[in-house]
């Protein structure tokens, strides 16, 4: 199973900027998507961002605009780059990758979470 870690959540005032990034020690090789998803208080989890592996992307319609989702090329993990950031966006923030491993087998893997906290 792939480790990953967030970084880069943390406090900002509204329309500031954040840049999340997510690692892992093994590069990711066979990997399907990636992406980012978050969770405010009393709130489901939601996708935030998606890249898949033909180069396509997925934003939902909150941060259209705002933020943009890119690729680790060394890592094949996902950075965030927040823009414009609003108190809405105060969540805690997931990094997710999906990937075939040896066998062929789907997995995915989640990050522990890092917390994004937009006030002023």
């Known amino acids: 199973q792939v480790q990953l870690e967030e970084s880069g959540g943390g406090l900002a005032q509204p329309g500031g900027s954040l840049r999340l990034s997510c690692t892992t020690s093994q590069r990711i090789i066979s990997w399907n998507n990636m992406g980012w998803y978050r969770q405010a208080p009393g709130k489901e989890r939601e996708l935030v961002a998606a890249i898949f592996s033909r180069g396509s992307t997925n934003y939902a319609d909150s941060v259209k605009g705002r933020f943009t989702i890119s690729r680790n090329n060394a890592k094949n993990t996902p950075y965030l780059q927040m823009n414009n950031l609003k108190p809405e966006d105060t969540a805690v923030y997931y990094c997710?990758?999906?990937?075939?491993?040896?066998?062929?087998?789907?997995?995915?893997?989640w990050g522990q979470g890092t917390q994004v906290t937009i006030t002023s």
């Open positions: 997710n990758v999906q990937y075939r491993n040896v066998m062929g087998d789907l997995n995915q893997s």
